[in-house]
Nanobody, 127 residues
Framework: QVRLVESGGGSVQAGGSLRLSCAVS????????MAWFRQAPGKERVRVAS????????YYIDAVKGRFTISHDDAKRSLYLQMDSLKPEDTAIYYC????????????????????WGQGTQVTVSS
């Protein structure tokens, strides 16, 4: 059974940092398109970043470029999101997601959607 389990969320002041982790069971993270999404209260869930097999064409939403870094570790079967210079508008529930179909270009565009999801971890940034 495929499971994605997020951890690392919490409360931090603006300007601070957090590192989210997503533990993946049943498959190597480099074989799948892996992504982080977030959903703020009253807003739609949006893709924040994605990565495919460590490819250099990592996707980031404009709002986090230069502040967030997505990475993965096959040996640990884990996906990470390093979040620096956090802002109050980064407050949201963050979800890990995985999609088995497609390659690097598909992952960058997100055209296949995402099949597997974690339960989410709360990130709260205070001003």
């Amino acid at each position: 059974q495929v499971r994605l389990v997020e951890s690392g969320g919490g409360s931090v002041q603006a300007g601070g940092s957090l590192r989210l982790s997503c533990a993946v069971s049943q498959f190597p993270v480099s074989d799948y398109c892996m992504a982080w999404f977030r959903q703020a209260p009253g807003k739609e869930r949006v893709r924040v970043a994605s990565i495919y097999n460590g490819d250099s064409s990592r996707y980031y939403i404009d709002a986090v470029k230069g502040r967030f870094t997505i990475s993965h570790d096959d040996a640990k079967r884990s996906l990470y999101l390093q979040m620096d210079s956090l802002k109050p508008e980064d407050t949201a529930i963050y979800y890990c997601a995985a999609e088995p179909r497609g390659g690097a270009d598909d992952c960058y565009s997100g055209r296949h959607g995402f099949y597997y999801w974690g339960q989410g971890t709360q990130v709260t940034v205070s001003s």
